[in-house]
């Protein structure tokens, strides 16, 4: 399909205009670092919108930012979905969004490619948008291993989406195993459920989503809760490695008096047709399966002409600027970012790190825009919070370490901290304070999967047709 080359005009202030010469930042990604870097510009640069003389464009394929720490809360219920997610437009109102999927960068020509909304159903053109200023911001996406049915049965759960899939999903287990109380191998596989990978990610999603499906077993008067397999599956022989080995080996207990299998130094090598085969020679059925092993670089970095480590992310400097090259800034999961705290060679890819590099970037365009020095980035690591089900949690922090009802309590006050916009946190204490008094729901919406089914079934297309 042919593309088009558009010069991104300011956006629309309290004036009402925008100027055609102004200076284009344009920031590729609008999770942690590109929304917060963009939030920042629009505060230093609001003169400078204001007359028209900067223009910002942020690019993504959502018209939100998902603030991940709360996924797995959204996926137990304990939150509204729409409360653990930034819409884009409100909080960058100064800001011109655009969604679509960046393809690639040419920053030898400043241009970046991009597939906007409506390509693939509306016969949209990709177009080039140029920049004076880029901020690759694009992230990671999960780090997948050619394991035989891993990409037909397998989910993650870095996405909303993900998180509120599962929710479903897993609560339709229960539906599929108390409907057929007579079939012992479909109401074995229903409830046999298996994590692999355990960082932050993983740990939470299976502690939320365990506590969650415990909680619901209650209402299912044929399944009892010692039917259901929970499983954590990890390559290495700890799990939690950011809270620390003595915090990873009582979370890892703490798991098993739950009922919770934890499989240290274990592999997954097949999941051919929900057959799960593990490298211990255990094989079985499950009707779930979670991959959280870890992220990669976004692939649009490969589509591009800047520099790349051998790990597939950029190249960057100190100051959050890309290596041997001028007006492109760099940060967050797909950044080789160097560690000036002295605790690794580069800084980690997690939120902590992100939202403070963004704000440290964000001011380090502003100076080369105001002909000022830019300042390096330095943020020693304070520690980690988890949560692992309703009042229970993991924590280290400024070498203080907690466990159970105060790791969690703290775990949901530092991240409602974090969330951005005074409504979100506003919107999330509300949840919080109702499923105080309230039990969680335990309702299925797994034909959300399916939303024309029941139309195409009223045209008369028939219910084998319907559901293949």
């Known amino acids: 399909m042919p593309s088009t080359t558009v010069r991104t005009?300011?956006?629309?202030?309290?004036?009402?205009?925008?100027?055609?010469s102004a200076k284009q930042i344009v920031v590729v990604g609008g999770g942690y670092v590109g929304m917060y870097t963009a939030?920042?510009?629009?505060?230093?640069?609001?003169?400078?919108?204001?007359?028209?003389?900067?223009?910002?464009?942020?690019?993504?394929?959502?018209?939100?930012?998902?603030?991940?720490?709360?996924?797995?809360?959204?996926?137990?219920?304990?939150?509204?979905p729409r409360h653990v997610v930034a819409p884009l437009r409100k909080v960058l109102g100064r800001c011109r969004i655009v969604n679509g999927y960046a393809t690639r960068i040419d920053h030898a020509s400043k241009k970046v490619t991009i597939c906007p909304a409506g390509t693939r159903t509306d016969g949209v053109a990709e177009r080039d948008i140029d920049y004076d200023v880029l901020v690759v911001?694009?992230?990671?996406?999960?780090?997948?291993?050619?394991?035989?049915g891993l990409a037909e049965c397998g989910i993650g759960f870095?996405?909303?989406?993900?998180?509120?899939?599962?929710?479903?999903?897993?609560?339709?287990?229960?539906?599929?195993?108390?409907?057929?109380?007579?079939?012992?191998?479909?109401?074995?596989?229903?409830?046999t459920f298996v994590f692999v990978g355990a960082g932050f990610a993983g740990?939470?999603?299976?502690?939320?989503?365990?506590?969650?499906?415990?909680?619901?077993?209650?209402?299912?008067?044929?399944?009892?809760?010692?039917?259901?397999?929970?499983?954590?599956?990890?390559?290495?022989?700890?799990?939690?490695?950011?809270?620390?080995?003595?915090?990873?080996?009582?979370?890892?207990?703490?798991?098993?008096?739950?009922?919770?299998?934890?499989?240290?130094?274990?592999?997954?090598?097949?999941?051919?047709?929900?057959?799960?085969?593990?490298?211990?020679?255990?094989?079985?059925?499950?009707g779930t399966l979670v991959w959280t092993a870890g992220v990669k670089p976004h692939p649009l970095l490969k589509e591009s002409d800047l520099p790349l480590d051998d790990k597939g992310r950029l190249k960057a400097t100190a100051d959050l600027t890309v290596e041997g090259l001028q007006g492109v800034y760099t940060a967050g999961d797909n950044a080789a970012v160097p560690d000036l705290s002295g605790k690794g060679e580069f800084t980690a890819p997690n939120a902590q790190h992100a939202v403070r590099q963004a704000r440290r970037l964000a001011d380090n365009i502003v100076a080369d825009l105001h002909g000022k020095?830019?300042?390096?980035?330095?943020?020693?690591?304070?520690?980690?919070?988890?949560?692992?089900?309703?009042?229970?949690?993991?924590?280290?922090?400024?070498?203080?370490?907690?466990?159970?009802?105060?790791?969690?309590?703290?775990?949901?006050?530092?991240?409602?901290?974090?969330?951005?916009?005074?409504?979100?946190?506003?919107?999330?204490?509300?949840?919080?304070?109702?499923?105080?008094?309230?039990?969680?729901?335990?309702?299925?919406?797994?034909?959300?999967?399916?939303?024309?089914?029941?139309?195409?079934?009223?045209?008369?297309?028939?219910?084998e047709n319907v559901t293949a």
């Not at 911001?137 to 035989?148: D, E, F, M, N, V």
């Not at 799990?239 to 274990?266: N, Y």
């Not at 946190?425 to 109702?434: G, N, P």
């Not at 105080?436 to 139309?455: D, G, H, K, T, V």
Request: net charge positive.
């Open 203 to 286: 740990i939470e999603a299976i502690g939320e989503l365990e506590d969650m499906a415990r909680d619901a077993c209650k209402w299912f008067p044929t399944i009892d809760e010692s039917e259901m397999r929970w499983m954590m599956v990890e390559a290495t022989d700890r799990i939690l490695p950011e809270v620390g080995p003595e915090m990873g080996r009582w979370t890892a207990d703490a798991l098993r008096r739950r009922g919770i299998e934890v499989k240290l130094k274990t592999l997954l090598k097949s999941a051919e047709k929900r057959h799960i085969v593990l490298s211990d020679g255990e094989e079985f059925d499950a």
């Open 9 to 20: 005009s300011g956006p629309r202030t309290a004036s009402g205009h925008g100027g055609g």
């Open 158 to 191: 870095k996405t909303i989406e993900e998180a509120i899939f599962l929710r479903n999903h897993v609560l339709h287990q229960l539906d599929i195993a108390a409907s057929n109380p007579g079939d012992e191998q479909v109401r074995k596989r229903a409830l």
């Open 373 to 463: 020095p830019r300042k390096p980035y330095e943020h020693a690591y304070v520690g980690s919070v988890a949560s692992l089900g309703l009042h229970k949690g993991v924590a280290n922090a400024y070498g203080i370490q907690l466990r159970g009802l105060p790791a969690w309590f703290m775990h949901r006050t530092y991240h409602l901290s974090r969330m951005p916009t005074l409504n979100r946190k506003f919107r999330i204490t509300m949840d919080w304070t109702l499923a105080f008094f309230f039990q969680r729901e335990i309702i299925s919406l797994a034909e959300l999967e399916r939303p024309r089914q029941e139309f195409e079934l009223a045209a008369g297309r028939s219910r």
């Open 39 to 80: 939030l920042r510009l629009q505060k230093k640069l609001r003169r400078e919108l204001r007359r028209g003389e900067v223009g910002i464009t942020v690019i993504d394929p959502q018209s939100y930012m998902t603030y991940q720490p709360f996924l797995p809360e959204a996926a137990a219920g304990n939150l509204e």
């Open 137 to 148: 911001a694009a992230g990671s996406i999960s780090k997948t291993l050619p394991i035989p």
